[in-house]
């Protein structure tokens, strides 16, 4: 047996009779038209959830005009090195996710889908590889579950399509991680220098905060098991870390040259140790915050996983021993929720970088439970799997009844939850049926899924983007312009990044009423968007303005824009001088 093989672990408690630990295997013409069946449901999967109507929907707030704009104005100056967001220096995040996003736009246009067309191939490119850790470390029906369960997950579909770096920064952090985890685990050690490098990729996504993940999760998994400490340090980690300072290090150093202190200032200090140490924000979320998000984004799978916490809590209790992917899994999750739990700044998004291990730990509840489904060890997984069919109940009955009963949408949105709950029935009836024994496949659930995210795509997010004001108006400035070509554009008390996009003209972004009426009082030509209330308080006050455009929506996103009877939405209009 190499080496490799007896790195995987064994999941199934050699005392337990073979008709109790183990599903019957299926015939290889089963298994083949399975293995179809599995392909089939993964490209429809991936195509809908990744692909499907990408760029229909016009920019999200607040960030993902912000990042395109960023990138388109790469590509209109020639400037691939420094990032600028409306020609000021953009110090947020480090240029390659800007570097990829303009390339996508050089060959796509400036679109929606080119800005958003890199984090839905980088989640592409996760899934798969959450696929290949599962098969390389457990079995490969291990792998591929994981995979579906993570292309399945609400948090990829909301991130894939979303025009941010979080899908490629968690490919290139978790690839890296999971390289370096494989070539200690499996007896591979050529497979380290892959992911120092990928680590390094990591790095000028979104900064040194990938090389501090990814020290704090590897230190804990060495203080945890005596095993992962005798494989884990016998790689060339000082040679690695050198590896990744010598490749990720240029751009930091090209910056400071060309930007001295603004930089250190900008991005050192504000956009990394102020942002999460310093309380400059206030209304930040609690401590459970992050809990929340990922207990809702693992949904319907959240019960397998507490479940699969609480089997691997009573063995440690009982002093038995977990198997070394378990404990790099879980202390990839820990630091994880842990390092940005403590930030004084959070965001949803900051804990994706966890889905792909918490996916794997499902997927490995999951077959446990199948391979040995009366074993006392798996007690809490198997509960969490009995939890999956309710809960789907549960989920399309009141997506039903906020459907009929509450929200203004196509009556063919019916069919999302008559398929969660179709799909809850048939999988709590079968759980029964069967004696609690799991598919191959979780088949019910992913196809229901299917038909959720079909149907979001289909009738939500097209009901969400008729109520954006922001296109329309910039739209209106756009044909009007021309006219005036000397015409300056502001938006007041409104610094939304999409008006800055759509326009395609230097905005500037007013937030004091006497930096507006200094904008006012200036002999050029102007239009200003600005709300409502706004215009009626500089009017009260004798500036000299007219609407010529006005029009209702909202001013951030918001589902209260679906309901039947929703609030009053704002009003929106462009002035100019009244002359």
């Not at 959450?130 to 579909?157: C, K, N, Q, Y």
């Not at 009955?397 to 949105?413: D, H, K, M, N, P």
Request: proline share 6%; glycine share 6%.
């Amino acid at each position: 047996m190499s080496s490799s093989q007896t790195a995987r672990i064994q999941t199934v408690p050699e005392d337990l009779p073979v008709a109790v630990r183990s599903a019957p295997e299926p015939s290889a013409r089963l298994r083949l038209i399975q293995d179809v069946g599995l392909v089939i449901l993964f490209i429809s999967l991936s195509y809908v959830v990744l692909f499907w109507r990408l760029g229909a929907s016009h920019f999200w707030d607040p960030d993902e005009a912000h990042y395109a704009q960023t990138s388109r104005e790469m590509v209109l100056t020639g400037d691939w090195w420094a990032p600028y967001f409306n020609h000021q220096p953009f110090f947020d995040k480090p240029a390659l996710f800007h570097q990829l996003q303009a390339g996508a736009m050089v060959a796509f246009g400036p679109t929606e889908f080119a800005a958003r067309f890199v984090p839905a191939l980088a989640a592409l490119g996760l899934v798969l590889l959450t696929a290949w850790f599962g098969s390389a470390t457990g079995s490969r029906d291990t792998g591929i579950v994981a995979g579906l369960l993570l292309i399945a997950s609400p948090g990829i579909f909301a991130l894939a399509r979303y025009a941010i770096l979080d899908t490629l920064f968690t490919l290139f952090l978790f690839g890296g991680a999971a390289l370096v985890s494989v070539a200690a685990l499996c007896d591979r050690p050529r497979l380290q220098w892959a992911g120092y490098a990928s680590i390094a990729v990591a790095v000028m996504v979104k900064g040194p905060l990938a090389l501090v993940l990814c020290g704090l999760a590897f230190g804990l998994a060495i203080v945890s098991s005596a095993d992962l400490r005798r494989r884990l340090l016998g790689l060339r980690w000082l040679t690695g870390l050198g590896l990744v300072i010598a490749l990720s290090s240029p751009w930091f150093l090209y910056m400071y040259w060309r930007f001295g202190d603004a930089f250190v200032q900008g991005y050192v200090l504000d956009e990394n140790l102020r942002l999460y140490s310093a309380r400059r924000f206030a209304n930040q979320p609690n401590f459970w915050f992050y809990f929340r998000i990922l207990a809702a984004g693992l949904l319907p799978w959240t019960g397998l996983l507490i479940g699969r916490l609480i089997d691997d809590v009573r063995a440690l209790v009982r002093r038995e021993r977990l198997d070394a992917v378990e404990i790099l899994l879980w202390t990839w999750t820990t630091v994880i929720i842990a390092f940005f739990t403590f930030s004084t700044f959070k965001l949803d998004h900051y804990v994706f970088p966890a889905a792909p291990a918490l996916c794997l730990l499902c997927a490995r509840a999951w077959f446990d439970v199948r391979h040995a489904r009366l074993s006392p060890r798996h007690a809490a997984s198997r509960a969490g799997l009995h939890l999956i069919g309710p809960l789907l109940v549960a989920i399309g009955l009141g997506c039903g009844y906020f459907l009929v009963a509450r929200l203004e949408l196509s009556r063919y949105a019916i069919a999302v939850p008559v398929a969660l709950t179709l799909a809850g029935i048939a999988l709590t009836v079968l759980a029964n049926l069967r004696g609690g024994l799991p598919p191959r496949a979780p088949w019910i659930v992913l196809s229901a899924l299917f038909v959720t995210y079909v149907g979001i795509v289909a009738f939500v997010m097209p009901a969400l983007d008729r109520r954006k004001v922001v296109y329309d108006m910039a739209q209106w400035i756009a044909a009007e312009a021309p006219a005036r070509a000397s015409a300056r554009i502001a938006a007041y008390h409104y610094p939304n990044s999409a008006f800055r996009f759509y326009v395609n003209q230097d905005v500037t972004f007013l937030d004091e009423p006497n930096q507006a009426r200094a904008f006012f009082d200036a002999p050029d030509p102007f239009y200003c968007l600005m709300r409502k209330a706004a215009f009626d308080e500089f009017i009260a006050q004798g500036v000299p303005l007219k609407a010529v455009y006005e029009r209702e929506g909202m001013a951030t996103t918001s589902g209260r824009v679906l309901w039947r009877n929703r609030l009053p939405e704002t009003r929106f209009v462009l002035a100019t001088r009244d002359r």
